[in-house]
């Protein structure tokens, strides 16, 4: 090769570098700037997604129809509790067991095992109500029914009740053959069935005046709970008026 030819291809190389050096030079810096970038960025943490509240079940119930009969042995605490006793701090876990011995409006006063001394919770913090609902409500349906009960057995009267039973219903005039100012002898009589019914009864004597002269007459007054609702006489049971 000759001088002017080797002259020309070192002239191109030259040429070349001063055109792609720029080049390069830029894209490095570029390279740079997004490394520096990069490295600038904060790094942003996750937070850790807080815990939901628990869902409590919504209870109604009036505690002034909670009788101590109704109260579970133990209930549970919803929340973490702290009580003080003699100086001492008692650091009660959520879902510990204490007793409970009374209700103070909204309050339950509790105990904890092998502590005599009391203390009070918001009713609302523990499982009480949930617990308790059941078996009182089991017991208002138990006292409904035994009261059903009672009220369908007839009154029965002893017999200083059936003599003034019997001497009030003459002093109202609800029989017409006889004043109270006729009566001479006021008795309690044996328990009479009369028209498919059974009745206790009272049995008065009166005097009347008849054809022939006064006489005495008996009366016998059916009883049903623990009220006159028939007067018969005595030897025929035929109503009186």
């Known amino acids: ?19 792609i050096e720029p080049v390069v030079f830029e894209l490095r810096n570029k390279d740079r700037n997004k490394s ?43 929340e973490p509790l702290e009580i003080n006793h003699e100086g001492l701090t008692l650091s009660l876990k959520e879902g510990a067991q204490i ?21 009070s919770v918001d009713v609302d913090q523990t499982d009480f109500k949930q617990l308790v609902l059941p078996v009182m409500n089991a017991r208002i349906q138990r006292e409904a029914e035994m009261k059903r ?39 309690v009589g044996d328990d009479m069935e009369f028209d498919g019914a059974t009745y206790q009864t ?14 005495q007459q008996k009366a016998i007054a059916l009883i049903e709970d623990g009220e006159v609702v028939k007067w018969l006489w005595a030897k025929t049971s035929l109503e009186m008026r």
């Open 202 to 215: 009272g049995l008065v004597t009166f005097k009347s005046e008849t054809i022939l002269g006064v006489q």
């Open 36 to 78: 520096a970038a990069v490295e600038k960025m904060p790094v942003v943490k996750k937070e850790k997604p807080k815990p939901k509240p628990k869902q409590r079940p919504t209870v109604n119930i009036d505690l002034g129809l909670v009788k101590p009969a109704d109260y579970p042995g133990r209930v549970s605490l919803f």
């Open 149 to 187: 009960i009672e009220d369908a057995k007839p009154v029965v009267l002893d017999d200083s009740a059936i003599v003034a039973c019997v001497q009030a219903s003459v002093e109202s005039g609800a029989v017409n053959e006889f004043k109270a100012e006729q009566v001479t002898e006021w008795l």
């Open 1 to 19: 090769m000759s001088n002017v030819g080797t002259f020309i291809l070192v002239a191109v190389c030259l040429g070349m570098g001063y055109l």
């Open 99 to 119: 007793i409970p011995v009374r209700l103070e409006g909204s309050d339950l006063v509790f105990k904890t095992e092998g502590i005599s001394v009391e203390h």
